[in-house]
């Protein structure tokens, strides 16, 4: 994915609508900044933290100016539990520790550079009490596995990579050892976005794990989508899908347990 610069009338909006340091968000996107990394400063009061001249834009165009997981995380009770699944820097992970006053957030990623910056931005937001990070990757089963490093912080990968720039190690958990950190009984949501190995998470995990977890939004290709669709389906949970990139062959599964299909408001 290449970096989404500001050439667009929608996007400058956007950025002097919601930035006070609009100037240097739009001087980054550009490529004009020499330093390493860019705080983005919402007008809220909020701040994020991203490398420079990275695809920020495309992360927050995605999860907080499109809405893309809000379509089930309006069910999540203000004292909920919620689960950030490939977490990068925390973007999704500080709008929904910013939304729900009582809510516990966990947040797994297993880059040391995309971890460093996710800790940075909980702390940045004052959110040490309300988000846990984790440096691990959750997979299939547990144990030790290579992580592909992209120059693209978004596409790290158990699996190949475009644009490899190293490896790592990183130490794998499952589902079940997931909810075992939560120290809860249920996931209230889950966002599950690990570019390619949300099947095998899926499938790792027994039917009592899943039905642990009220609601899911997972970002997959379409391949791996039709796969996962008939998984969750086959137990118990009501399946909805919608493009997220028709260039890249992405799309959004929302999927609640069908005890849970109608939660109450």
Same mark, same amino acid.
């Given at each position: 994915?290449?970096?989404?610069?500001?050439?667009?009338?929608?996007?400058?909006?956007?950025?002097?609508?919601?930035?006070?340091?609009?100037?240097?968000?739009?001087?980054?996107?550009?490529?004009?900044?020499?330093?390493?990394?860019?705080?983005?400063?919402?007008?809220?009061?909020?701040?994020?933290?991203?490398?420079?001249?990275?695809?920020?834009?495309?992360?927050? /165009?995605?999860?907080?100016?499109?809405?893309?997981?809000? #379509?089930?995380?309006?069910?999540?009770?203000? /004292?909920?539990?919620?689960?950030?699944?490939?977490?990068?820097?925390?973007?999704?992970?500080?709008?929904?520790?910013?939304?729900?006053?009582?809510?516990?957030?966990?947040?797994?990623?297993?880059?040391? #550079?995309?971890?460093?910056?996710?800790?940075?931005?909980?702390?940045?937001?004052?959110?040490?009490?309300?988000?846990?990070?984790?440096?691990?990757?959750?997979?299939?089963?547990?144990?030790?596995?290579?992580?592909?490093?992209?120059?693209?912080?978004?596409?790290?990968?158990?699996?190949?990579?475009?644009?490899? $720039?190293?490896?790592?190690?990183?130490?794998?958990?499952?589902?079940?050892?997931?909810?075992?950190?939560?120290?809860?009984?249920?996931?209230?949501?889950?966002?599950?976005?690990?570019?390619?190995?949300?099947?095998?998470?899926?499938?790792?995990?027994?039917?009592?794990?899943?039905?642990?977890?009220?609601?899911?939004?997972?970002?997959?290709?379409?391949?791996?989508?039709?796969?996962?669709?008939?998984?969750?389906?086959? /137990?118990?949970?009501?399946?909805?899908?919608?493009?997220?990139?028709? $260039?890249?062959?992405?799309?959004?599964?929302?999927?609640?347990?069908?005890?849970?299909?109608?939660?109450?408001?």
């Amino acid at each position: 994915m290449k970096p989404i610069r500001p050439h667009s009338a929608r996007t400058v909006i956007r950025i002097v609508r919601h930035f006070h340091n609009w100037p240097v968000i739009i001087a980054d996107n550009f490529g004009l900044r020499s330093e390493s990394s860019t705080t983005y400063s919402f007008r809220n009061g909020l701040r994020l933290s991203f490398p420079s001249k990275s695809d920020a834009i495309g992360l927050l /165009n995605e999860i907080w100016f499109d809405h893309a997981y809000d #379509k089930l995380l309006k069910f999540v009770p203000s /004292n909920g539990v919620i689960v950030d699944i490939g977490a990068n820097v925390g973007v999704f992970s500080i709008l929904a520790a910013s939304r729900f006053g009582s809510a516990r957030v966990h947040s797994f990623e297993p880059s040391p #550079k995309n971890f460093e910056m996710l800790k940075r931005n909980v702390a940045l937001n004052h959110m040490d009490s309300v988000v846990s990070t984790y440096r691990l990757c959750v997979a299939g089963a547990s144990g030790s596995r290579v992580l592909n490093l992209s120059e693209e912080m978004v596409a790290n990968s158990l699996y190949e990579v475009h644009k490899k $720039r190293g490896e790592t190690t990183v130490r794998c958990i499952t589902l079940r050892e997931v909810l075992e950190l939560t120290g809860a009984p249920k996931i209230d949501f889950a966002k599950i976005d690990c570019e390619g190995a949300e099947v095998e998470i899926l499938m790792g995990a027994s039917r009592e794990t899943l039905q642990r977890v009220r609601h899911l939004t997972i970002e997959s290709t379409e391949t791996n989508c039709t796969i996962i669709m008939s998984l969750l389906k086959s /137990n118990g949970f009501s399946v909805e899908s919608s493009l997220a990139d028709s $260039r890249q062959n992405l799309k959004y599964l929302y999927a609640s347990n069908e005890d849970e299909r109608y939660p109450e408001q």
